[in-house]
Structure formats: structure tokens, C-alpha cells
């Protein structure tokens, strides 16, 4: 899956960002319900923390293309 984003073109930082995130979220919730692993509060505050920050990586990447593209245009 990992592969067909990057094809797509997902930029690598935030397509391992997400990558990653997901696959902290996903482990902890799933050896909640599988294992009975505990999930406190602090657990999911930086669950929401590594998601908030995978977020901030995407809306950069998507500022700095966005102004590439305009410096870009503004040359031609």
C-alpha cells in the first residue's frame, strides 16, 4: 500500500508519516480489544498527538508545493 501512494504521489515524509501513525494507532487499539492490552487516557492523548503532527507534516508539504508551484508560474 505503502508503494502505490508514493506512485500516486504522495509525498514520502507524509506518506510514512501517515504510515506510521497508523500503524501506532492501529497496534495499540488492536491489542486492546485482542489482548486487553490497557488504553489510558495518556495512551490516547499522544495517539492524537503523533495524528496531529502527521496532519501539520501534510498541510507544510502542501503550503510549500502550493508556493513552489506559484514562484514556479510567476517565472514563466
Do not use: K
Request: net charge negative; charged share 10%; with cysteine.
Amino acid at each position: 500500500m505503502l508503494s502505490l501512494v508514493l506512485r500516486a504521489g504522495l509525498a514520502l515524509g507524509v506518506a510514512y508519516g501517515v504510515w506510521a501513525a497508523g500503524g501506532v494507532a492501529l497496534t495499540a487499539v488492536l491489542a486492546t480489544i485482542v489482548f486487553g492490552d490497557p488504553l489510558n487516557a495518556v495512551m490516547g492523548s499522544g495517539m492524537a498527538l503523533v495524528i496531529a503532527g502527521v496532519l501539520c507534516v501534510e498541510l507544510g508539504a502542501q503550503t510549500a508545493h502550493a508556493r513552489r508551484t506559484h514562484e514556479e508560474g510567476a517565472a514563466s
